[in-house]
């Protein structure tokens, strides 16, 4: 983009305030897609077990956005939350209790701890270092639940998982239908805490310290507390995300826990566009179509196309999908209404890293 | 009256190289400092020690008498020993509005809750654009920083820099890569300061030099060659060899 002389620029709302009360403001577009969610019970009831996991991926990929995405905080063992969260809930149904919600918070409590004692270490690395601790410590676990088979059942999976109905109303069936719903509705409210968090001062902070955390020090302002808070709130929202898994498919095994997770998790976001909060949730939509599509259409080669598609969007739309369709509109229309989706992820770009 | 920022003895080397060779200063409050010194002669690196951004091998920095050697940059910024950069340092996919808000909830520490959208603090965003706005920023204020033409990237640095409420305030070449007839607007910025800031500026530019200035350190090789009054300088027959004889020749 070319800089344009201020007068006949883009008419952004310039004001302060409306400039900052238009970022929380709800949009159409918005709307139309939470709306979306529930085609799913219309027009496909025979794939709300696939819709059901797409929510739950979704859930996982917004809570690596908000650590990537927002802190530029990079992460290659994320899986460890989810798989500590899964079987979290799933021990918890095990041992004789299967009350969804409440397994939902013990789960996402433990895993929120894992998050919280791992931060102590991640708020002192950034970037290679990272990349290698987080992978070692993804690693470890799967490991260690590998090993463990007595509590974990090891490679053959948890056994015994059993839930009872949500609210004591609703059981799990075998159509998915409640898996959707409830795996939707986890989804919508901690999609609303996240949308909350993203548009608190926190939250800028969280991107300041993405953009420059020199800077960050030169402001008096301290990155090692703002770190370990997103990290403990993002291992929590993945650890309800692997229970969702957990209770909604009553069984565990050593994949939740696989570096393929991991890797997966981040080729979604990137796919959909990180740091945008609906990056990940668009990610995982295409992501989990095309990886049902093509696997059936060539069980052994899906991740072909799946690679061609990372290497494309990262080509030519580094801002991931959302970025792209963003700036589309925004060139099109010439005007920029989707400004506040386009904030770009700085580790993809060169050279804006110390 | 007992000085504001004081350094004693302050020693720093990179390898063989002694960037800093016994710097002792002391900056009364309220006074106009000019740092200069050829290039590599340690300026930067001065700020470094003393801003925490690099730790010295000896010697101490005061700041309100008070030993701020073992502080973080962070605690120092908090008590008001504030920089810029030399070379930009920015947050460039934020606007200028975003970054003065955020370091205004940094400095009071709002920057923790999560559960209130930023628009809320209302008094916080008026501030950030009373800053930006008496530094010509207010008609860019929302737009990205790295779409922001060079100069005004570079009165958003001070921005930054003031919005932390700054004592001292250390601006590492404030007109660095900005054309002549354009700086005019950063020494405005500068010259218009509060009295109650005690500003260090490094400037190459003779002519502003003398003009801002009360006061001008001359560093060479590390170390400090001369202190006085821009009389004194200018008549100094050893700076006119160092300096204005040799790299401005
Ligand atoms: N991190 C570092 N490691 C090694 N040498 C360094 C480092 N930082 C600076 N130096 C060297 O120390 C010397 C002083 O550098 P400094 O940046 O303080 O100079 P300066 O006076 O600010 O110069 P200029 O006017 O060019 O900005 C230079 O020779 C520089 O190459
Ligand atoms: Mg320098």
């Known amino acids: ?354 | 009256m007992s000085p504001v920022l004081e350094t004693r003895g302050l020693d720093k080397s990179f390898g063989s190289l002694a960037v800093a060779r016994n710097i002792g200063i002391a900056l009364p409050r309220g006074v106009r400092y000019a740092l200069i010194g050829p290039n590599g002669a340690g300026k930067t690196t001065l700020i470094n020690l003393m801003t925490g951004m690099l730790h010295p091998d000896g010697g101490q920095i005061m700041l309100d008498g008070e030993d701020i050697t073992a502080l973080g940059p962070e605690e120092r910024v908090r008590r008001g020993l504030v920089r810029t950069f030399q070379i930009n340092s920015l947050f460039p996919h934020l606007n200028p509005l975003e970054a003065v808000t955020l370091t205004i909830c940094e400095r009071e520490r709002i920057a923790r809750t999560w559960w209130r959208p930023t628009s809320d603090y209302r008094a916080a965003i008026d501030e950030a654009y009373g800053i930006l706005d008496s530094l010509m920023l207010g008609p860019v204020c929302t737009r990205e920083t790295r779409e922001l033409p060079y100069g005004q990237q570079r009165l958003l640095e001070i921005a930054l820099a003031l919005a932390t409420r700054p004592k001292v305030l250390l601006l590492d070449e404030p007109a660095a890569g900005v054309p002549r007839e354009e700086s005019s607007e950063l020494f405005t910025a500068i010259t218009s300061l509060s009295q109650d800031i005690t500003v260090l500026f490094i400037e190459h530019d003779m002519e502003l030099v003398f003009r801002l200035a009360s006061r001008i350190i001359v560093m060479v090789g590390g170390g400090i060659l001369l202190e006085g009054t821009p009389e004194e300088i200018s008549a100094d027959p050893r700076v006119r060899e160092v300096y204005l004889g040799g790299a401005h020749g």
């Open chain 1, 1 to 354: 983009m070319t800089p344009t002389d201020p007068a006949t620029a883009a008419p952004a709302p310039t004001a302060p305030h409306p400039h900052m009360a238009a970022q929380v403001r709800w949009r159409t577009v918005e709307y139309v897609f939470w709306l979306a969610t529930l085609l799913p019970f219309v027009v496909a009831p025979d794939y709300l077990a696939l819709a059901s996991q797409i929510a739950i991926t979704a859930l996982f990929a917004l809570s690596l956005d908000l650590i990537l995405g927002y802190a530029g905080i990079v992460s290659l063992g994320h899986a460890a939350f989810f798989g500590f969260g899964a079987y979290a809930a799933g021990l918890v149904s095990k041992w004789g209790w299967g009350e969804p919600l409440s397994g939902l918070l013990i789960a996402g409590l433990a895993a929120g701890l894992l998050g919280y004692l791992m931060s102590f270490v991640i708020a002192r690395f950034r970037h290679l270092a990272l990349i290698m601790i987080t992978l070692g410590f993804g690693l470890l676990l799967l490991e260690a639940a590998n090993s463990a088979s007595g509590l974990t059942g090891g490679a053959d999976g948890l056994q015994g998982v059993k839930m009872w109905p949500v609210l004591g109303l609703f059981k799990f069936d075998l159509y998915g239908f409640t898996a959707y719903w409830y795996a939707l509705i986890v989804l919508f409210v901690f999609f609303l805490m996240a949308r909350r968090l993203i548009n608190s001062p926190f939250g800028l902070s969280l991107r300041g310290i993405r953009e420059n955390p020199v800077r960050m020090r030169a402001i008096g302002a301290e990155s090692g507390p703002h770190i370990r808070k997103i990290y403990t709130i993002a291992a929590f929202m993945a650890g309800v995300a692997g229970a969702v898994l957990t209770q909604t498919t009553e069984t565990v095994s050593l994949g939740v826990l696989d570096f393929q997770r991991s890797a997966d998790i981040l080729v979604i976001l990137i796919l959909g566009g990180a740091g945008r909060l609906y990056g990940g949730l668009i990610g995982a939509i295409i992501y989990m179509i095309a990886r049902d599509w093509f696997s059936g259409v060539n069980p052994q080669y899906w991740y072909f196309p799946i690679g061609v598609l990372l290497i494309a969007v990262v080509l030519f739309l580094p801002n991931g999908m959302l970025g792209g369709i963003a700036q589309l509109i925004d060139t099109v229309r010439g005007r920029r209404w989707f400004g506040w989706l386009t904030s770009p992820p700085p580790w993809l770009r060169s050279g804006s890293k110390p």
